[in-house]
């Protein structure tokens, strides 16, 4: 059993940045190989794709993604040695308010933006962004 645990989020101004951290644990867990991802969820919202960080070979390593909202703003990163997923969060902007949450999911799913394709789940931290 994988457990996701989230910090980081807070109140901060439009314009504002943060960093998210999201420590992993569990078992015989092989962090390295699983695809890590980011999504968020406001209220009335369904729960949106953000990042994700997967092992995409030895000549990529780990690929980055992002929807074209975030592009360019939020940056994810990976420290392996210490089990840990990290989002940049940058150029912060109201509507990036919501809750944020980790996911994992062993190996390289296809459908890596899809929140159905991940099966451990942190339990989500505030992001909220005043104008």
């Known amino acids: 059993q994988v457990q996701l645990v989230e910090s980081g989020g807070g109140l901060v101004q439009a314009g504002g940045s943060l960093r998210l951290s999201c420590a992993a644990s569990?078992?015989?867990?092989?962090?390295?190989?699983?695809?890590m991802a980011w999504f968020r969820q406001a209220p009335g919202n369904e729960r949106g794709f953000v990042a994700a960080t997967r092992w995409s070979g030895p000549m990529v390593n780990y690929s980055t993604h992002y929807p074209e909202s975030v592009k360019g703003r939020f940056a994810i990163s990976r420290d392996n040695a210490k089990n840990t997923v990290y989002l940049q969060l940058n150029s912060l902007k109201p509507e990036d308010t919501a809750v944020y949450y980790c996911?994992?999911?062993?190996?390289?799913?296809?459908?890596?933006?899809?929140?159905?394709?991940?099966?451990?789940w942190g339990q989500g931290t505030q992001v909220t962004v005043s104008s």
């Open positions: 996911a994992a999911v062993w190996h390289s799913p296809t459908y890596y933006s899809r929140a159905g394709a991940y099966n451990y």
């Open positions: 569990g078992g015989t867990f092989a962090f390295g190989s699983y695809t």
